[in-house]
């Protein structure tokens, strides 16, 4: 479960940015949308909103950067793909931070990391085992300047790990227990992009859990879609069909692919004669035929599913992308449900869909947003630092700006687009 994920000086946040799943004092309704673990009671979703470039997508970004990192460090082989804050002087050349509070197997942990370019400059690790923060180890450079009798190999495998390299990364692949467990954690972690296509995950996960196809059709029918059933197959293609791009990868593997299969999906739908009366089942292609917004709903669902069924946590930016508000909001519902959500799982969404603030779906402590200074700056705040009214309509109030995160446009910016005569 997640906590807390912490970025700094990266992309467009200059200033430390905290995004908390940690549920606020204040007696709220739909009490189904936490769940408690030890002393905390935590949130299983989030929502954030801004305007265009305000940091929402650099918020995703810098957590996606840290996922990828973690798991794929010691696989780099050019610069590190990251980007500090560029309109101050003051960062421009600074290393950008990483941190996450998490649990897994019961403990709560810290886990961070300050890189640039060329290599990795402080690492840290702490738990709490019963009440106390405890280091585990804390790096620094090629250096572990603390570690703990929990995770001696940490100075052993500093030795083994490249400037550019995650110690954590390696000590999953030396078999350490506390690098296997947090290495873990991250896999399962699901950020995932509304702009990308995500049929393979579907896909993949409907042919894992063949039981929940019949969940993911009873989804996509309460959006009155018209698709009876789903045909979902692999198809072995031929390696002269693979564009010449690919083939230059696949031929670059260690070990070479014999067999190269696409995945092809099929719709079904009821078919009428001229009476309006039902006759045969129609098949027609998926991807060729169904709207963008059918494809997309498709594309979410396996992640969605995969979430729930595991207790994972999943962070989709630009959810509302080719998605109807209802059925955005339907997606998200299900997770502050303890019918659907019985693991505890957790969903953070970027969007724009202002149908979603709502005081009677989502707590206020659900909200968050992100607004940029006039230097360039992201913060990143939430709505319960903002006074409860009793009349209040969150998505009016939001629109009309008494909360920031939204483009101010002025009354007569449009006059200065007229042509001239």
Not at 36 to 62: C, D, M, P
Not at 110 to 127: A, I, N
Not at 298 to 309: E, H, N
Request: proline content about 3%.
């Amino acid at each position: 479960m997640l906590i807390e994920f912490s970025v700094e000086n990266f992309l467009s946040f200059k200033g430390r940015a905290t995004l908390s799943l940690v549920a606020t004092s204040r007696k709220e309704l739909l009490d189904d949308a936490t769940f408690q673990f030890g002393a905390l009671r935590l949130l299983k979703s989030a929502i954030i909103y801004g305007a265009n470039a305000s940091g929402k997508s650099n918020l995703f970004k810098g957590m996606e950067f840290m996922w990828k990192f973690v798991l794929r460090s010691s696989e780099l082989r050019t610069e590190i793909d990251v980007t500090p804050f560029l309109f101050s002087t003051e960062t421009e050349n600074e290393p950008s931070s990483f941190e996450i509070v998490f649990a897994s197997g019961g403990i709560q942990y810290r886990y961070g990391f300050s890189v640039d370019k060329q290599r990795v400059q402080r690492e840290w690790l702490f738990y709490i085992p019963k009440k106390i923060e405890t280091v585990l180890f804390i790096r620094e450079g090629r250096e572990i300047t603390e570690t703990n009798s929990k995770f001696p190999e940490s100075k052993e495998l500093i030795s083994k790990t490249r400037q550019d390299t995650l110690l954590l990364t390696i000590a999953a692949q030396f078999n350490s227990n506390i690098g296997i467990e947090i290495i873990n954690w991250f896999r399962e972690f699901i950020p995932l992009s509304g702009m990308r296509d995500n049929y393979p995950y579907t896909f993949n996960f409907i042919e894992k859990h063949p039981e929940c196809i019949d969940k993911v059709l009873h989804i996509i029918k309460a959006g009155d879609i018209g698709i009876e059933n789903l045909d979902i197959r692999r198809l072995e293609i031929a390696k002269e069909e693979i564009p010449e791009q690919l083939k230059h990868i696949f031929d670059s593997l260690k070990k070479p692919i014999s067999k190269f299969l696409k995945v092809e999906i099929d719709a079904v739908h009821q078919k009428f004669d001229k009476n309006n009366n039902a006759t045969e089942l129609r098949k027609i292609k998926f991807a060729k035929y169904e709207s963008d917004g059918t494809q997309k709903l498709l594309a979410l669902l396996g992640p969605v599913f995969d979430t729930l069924l595991n207790g994972k946590v999943l962070f989709i930016d630009e959810m509302e992308v080719g998605l109807h508000p209802h059925l955005s909001e339907l997606l998200v519902k299900m997770f502050n449900t303890k019918e659907y959500n019985t693991k505890n799982a957790q969903v953070i969404l970027t969007t724009h869909n202002t149908h979603l603030l709502n005081i009677n779906l989502f707590r206020r402590d659900q909200f968050w947003f992100t607004a940029k200074d006039r230097y360039g700056c992201s913060k990143l705040y939430s709505l319960s630092e903002y006074r409860k009214r009793k009349d209040a309509s969150l998505e009016k109030d939001y629109l009309l700006g008494m909360f920031g995160a939204i483009p101010i446009i002025q009354e007569d910016f449009l006059k200065e687009l007229r042509c001239a005569n």
